[in-house]
């Protein structure tokens, strides 16, 4: 007669404990250390979106709710800086890849407009925490993490001044001038994402509304682009 007790709850919670812990076995060292990074900034990102600044985060407060030893942290981030610097790496990183995509769906300007705004609204809504921490550390406490921000309007800035280029868009623009235009556009979408990241879910003429009135917003900017004469 099979024993009772192999198939009580507690046994099974046990199994697939012991389960988990022989799939964390398998693990190299590498994956581990990246599953520990991993965790340390969704940790950050987490104790964000409860309400707090980053630069009020601690240490100790961050791996508490990653669920590792403080002194761990020191293992993948020097101070919360540094962790800091590694959000506003992997949210330029992927974004600026996203908008390179679609800027390369259709040479049309109009076109190659809505769906880069597109593309960003959704990533801004996808990514709430992320653009919750840019938005508040690009004027925050931390010069670091300011500067970085910085830099990565410069990257954008770059970027698309160099499709601009590549596309044939503004061929009389001389290079200062189109950076200059790009420029104006990755502040203004860095400017619109609290309002999306403020529009609550499930008001579809709000979200229609505001896409629109973006869109004509940068329309107005490559309007006086294309009318722009160099002195």
């Known amino acids: 007669m099979p024993d009772p007790i192999a198939t009580t709850p507690q046994t099974d919670a046990t199994s697939l404990e012991a389960s988990t812990s022989r799939r964390q076995d398998v693990l190299t060292r590498s994956e581990r250390k990246d599953l520990t990074r991993s965790s340390l900034l969704a940790a950050a990102l987490h104790l964000i979106g409860e309400g707090k600044s980053f630069t009020s985060l601690g240490i100790r ?114 290079t200062a001038s189109l950076q200059m235009i790009c420029g104006l556009i990755v502040t203004s979408m860095l400017a619109v994402a609290t309002e999306i990241l403020d529009l609550q879910a499930g008001q579809p003429l709000l979200e229609a509304e ?22």
């Open 61 to 174: 407060e961050i791996a508490r709710e990653a669920g590792i030893m403080p002194n761990a942290f020191y293992r993948h981030f020097r101070n919360t800086d540094e962790l800091g610097l590694a959000l506003v790496d992997e949210v330029g990183i992927t974004l600026r890849r996203l908008l390179r995509e679609a800027r390369q769906v259709d040479t049309a300007s109009g076109g190659m407009l809505r769906r880069s705004v597109q593309v960003y609204y959704q990533y801004v809504q996808q990514n709430r925490l992320q653009f919750l921490f840019i938005s508040g550390e690009r004027s925050g406490a931390s010069r670091i993490l300011r500067l970085a921000i910085r830099n990565e309007v410069t990257h954008f800035t770059n970027e698309m001044a160099q499709d601009f280029r590549r596309l044939g868009l503004y061929p009389t623009l001389a």
């Open 210 to 231: 505001m896409l629109d009135n973006f869109v004509r917003q940068l329309q107005i900017v490559l309007l006086g682009a294309g009318r722009w004469r160099e002195a």
